[in-house]
């Protein structure tokens, strides 16, 4: 996988980008000014960010995924990860043929709903899974893959389908395993 380098990921004139962050050099940024990345991250090929982007530390963010936040932010927080092919949006045209659609209409005749999406701490969102508007889901939910997130989710829960339901709890022990990370992380620092 062809990443920038520091002089090519540094010119793109990130609002925030932390140490350590892989970015595919086939991967579109659109108004990087706005997005942050945190420490260790990774974006990877034919991905698409736009707007109002904040990536955590330690997420991937998978081959062929859409982020755009157009008009609301879209936060992936710390450990979380997207598979292949996942589409995240902060704006919705409306399906029901009372406006018009598409980005050549003007916004007078268009309805658009606009809305945060937050994706916890230690979710991982499956596979070809969407995610709409005012979407929060909850810390360390699996998503399974095809799945249709339209309603925020609980915490630590394993959900499927379309549009998403829960189908069990997720278990914490990876939250055992973040703290071994962390903790080897300072005790690395301090030993420099």
Wanted: glycine share 8%; with cysteine.
């Amino acid at each position: 996988m062809p990443f920038m380098n520091p002089r090519e990921i540094n010119a793109l004139n990130f609002k925030y980008i932390g140490v350590n962050v892989k970015l595919s050099s086939l991967a579109s940024f659109d108004k990087p000014h706005l997005m942050s990345i945190g420490d260790n991250s990774r974006v990877d090929d034919f991905c698409a960010l736009s707007g109002w982007v904040t990536i955590g530390r330690n997420v991937h963010i998978a081959v062929m995924n859409s982020i755009v936040a157009s008009e609301q932010e879209i936060e992936i927080q710390d450990f979380a990860g997207l598979a292949f092919g996942c589409r995240l949006f902060s704006s919705s045209d409306d399906y029901s043929g009372e406006s018009m659609t598409n980005p050549t209409v003007p916004r007078e005749f268009k309805r658009i709903s606009h809305g945060k999406i937050r994706i916890g701490r230690h979710v991982i969102l499956g596979t070809n899974s969407i995610v709409f508007p005012n979407v929060n889901i909850g810390e360390g939910c699996a998503i399974g893959a095809n799945s249709l997130v339209n309603k925020s989710t609980e915490p630590w829960g394993i959900y499927m389908g379309s549009p998403v339901r829960r189908i069990k709890n997720r278990s914490k022990n990876l939250l055992i395993l973040e703290k071994n990370l962390l903790d080897g992380e300072i005790s690395d620092k301090h030993q420099d």
